[in-house]
């Protein structure tokens, strides 16, 4: 949630480029006016149907946990910009 509201506060409104999918989604954003959040939560589940493809279940059963955070960041950007 922490870097949800940095991403939201200080990063997108500022024009800072962060690494990651939050770079590509604020990129997104000041070009075509596409909500981080989006962005953030759609680039999480297409990363995460690709490591299911490529490493199987096992993928899912490691990551369980900060993959819930990943989700919570994105929507918390969705309410906040």
């Known amino acids: 949630m922490l870097t949800g509201f ?3 506060v200080f ?3 500022n024009k800072i480029v962060d690494g990651g999918v939050s770079g590509i989604a604020t990129v997104l954003y000041h070009k075509f006016l596409v909500q981080p959040g989006i962005t953030i939560f ?3 589940i297409l990363l995460l149907i690709t490591g299911l493809k ?3 279940k096992n993928f899912t059963e490691r990551f369980e ?3 819930s955070y990943r989700f919570l ?3 918390f950007l969705i309410f906040l910009i």
């Open 65 to 67: 946990e900060p993959l």
């Open 54 to 56: 490529i490493l199987g």
């Open 11 to 13: 990063l997108t409104p």
């Open 42 to 44: 759609l680039s999480n």
């Open 6 to 8: 940095a991403i939201g």
């Open 73 to 75: 960041r994105s929507f």
